[in-house]
């Protein structure tokens, strides 16, 4: 038997308490361990929740969990007392489960090797994807293989919103606004919609996937909240559907770690995946691409990934005789992120719809060695009447993959151009295309 307390009881810590009193026995009969639940800690007893606590197990003094437990689950969210409940759990020889990304993500060097130097366990499956067992397979499932790149989408706000502008053809606020009713979008929505979320879920899987760590400071993060639903529509007729992608990728010794609107295939299955549900694809050189999809969000799939970590320390604890080392496998220096992403790009100008406006745009890629693909001018979608009472049209040029310090000079130089009306667009395409 191993003794498990909880330390928040929100809408997961709920969800973690419902699945482990429900299913012991099942867990029992499969993982050949007895799981007692023995104290939950929370601030608020009297809100209500959609699954009802034994009032034996309540308790608002976060240290009768620490003082009643083996393993110790961290569901309080936030950074301050989260990290100073893990420390503390740590320091007395407590193996951890969380789900806080947000601290992991910025704080998790300093907190893993602390549970390193002290033979214990931080278990983090649920912080990334929600049910979809990434970490693990990561970890584990793909120890073999040097992993190339890990991408996909993270958060299932930013996909609902995405695909609402995209299938029934409506702006940013008005799909905001129908996940905020349906209850996919908080309040404050911004630690999804600006990005916040998925970097801090890919920097998470960089750890694990390259090695080693680096300042989650060095991530590249761009939101949707200037998504624009004529570029959505444009891109469509190009063959494109816009995600917002958390990217990593290993090129020359270094990473790439980015978020930001991003264009893929309409015949990549991440193209396909619809709705708050996410999607994340591993490439590693020995299995090539795999892809785990699931819902990334919610009481009862998050509860699950929380339990697989109780379960998995559990059976150490009892068959290893307490002794389980905690191994990121890490390599004793720094990641080095690189920032100049080679990438393709879609690029949208609002220009006079008048000749040589291609020409003296295309000028400009050539100087700073940027190789034009394609373009797409749509003459009915005239905009605003430009300097001259012109109609203004976009033209959407579509580039081979070029560096993204070229792409910046060449858009700062041609934003000057007397034919070019206001801010061009540019928006990251992946796929397997030069």
Not at 97 to 109: C, F, I, Q
Not at 128 to 138: E, F, L, N, Q
Request: with cysteine.
């Amino acid at each position: 038997m191993v003794r498990v307390g909880i330390v928040g009881c929100g809408v997961v810590g709920t969800g973690v308490v419902q699945l482990l009193l429900k299913n012991s026995d099942l867990i029992e009969k499969k993982a050949g361990v007895r799981i007692e639940l023995t104290k939950v800690a929370d601030k608020d007893w009297e809100r209500q929740r959609p699954f009802e606590v034994p009032g034996h197990l309540r308790v608002t003094d976060y240290r009768e969990v620490l003082e009643s437990s083996d393993i110790v689950v961290e569901l309080v969210g936030g950074k301050s007392f989260a990290k100073d409940l893990i420390k503390e759990a740590l320091e007395r020889g407590k193996h951890v489960v969380t789900a806080n990304k947000h601290l992991l993500a910025e704080d998790g060097y300093e907190l893993f090797k602390l549970a390193e130097e002290r033979g214990l366990y931080i278990g983090f499956e649920a912080s990334v994807g929600g049910g979809i067992p990434i970490i693990k397979a990561v970890r584990e499932s793909l120890v073999g293989n040097r992993i190339r790149a890990v991408y996909g989408i993270l958060n299932g706000t930013t996909n609902y919103i995405l695909t609402r502008m995209l299938e029934e053809e409506i702006d940013f606020e008005s799909a905001l606004q129908e996940a905020k009713q349906k209850g996919y979008a908080e309040a404050d929505p911004s630690l999804d919609i600006d990005g916040w979320d998925a970097a801090h879920k890919i920097t998470l899987l960089s750890y694990i996937a390259f090695g080693s760590f680096f300042s989650f400071a060095e991530v590249f993060v761009e939101g949707i909240r200037k998504v624009d639903l004529l570029d959505i529509e444009l891109g469509r007729d190009l063959g494109y559907t816009l995600k917002l992608l958390a990217i990593a990728k290993s090129r020359d010794g270094e990473i790439e770690v980015r978020v930001h609107p991003t264009f893929v295939p309409e015949d990549d299955p991440l193209a396909k995946v619809r709705d708050v549900f996410n999607a994340i694809t591993v490439d590693g050189d020995f299995v090539g691409k795999t892809m785990f999809y699931g819902r990334g969000a919610g009481s009862h799939p998050t509860a699950s990934a929380v339990v697989s970590d109780i379960v998995d320390m559990a059976q150490r604890i009892v068959y290893c005789k307490g002794i389980y080392t905690h191994r990121m496998g890490w390599e004793g220096r720094e990641l080095k992120v690189n920032r100049n992403f080679y990438s393709r790009y879609y690029v949208r100008f609002d220009v006079p719809d008048r000749p040589g406006v291609l020409a003296s745009i295309s000028r400009v890629l050539a100087d700073y060695h940027i190789s034009i693909a394609s373009v797409l001018q749509k003459e009915k979608v005239c905009k605003i009447a430009g300097r001259e009472g012109e109609h203004i049209v976009p033209l959407v040029i579509l580039t081979h993959k070029a560096y993204e310090r070229d792409m910046r000079g060449a858009l700062k130089v041609i934003k000057e151009l007397p034919v070019v009306e206001g801010e061009p667009v540019l928006i990251r395409v992946e796929e397997e295309a030069e």
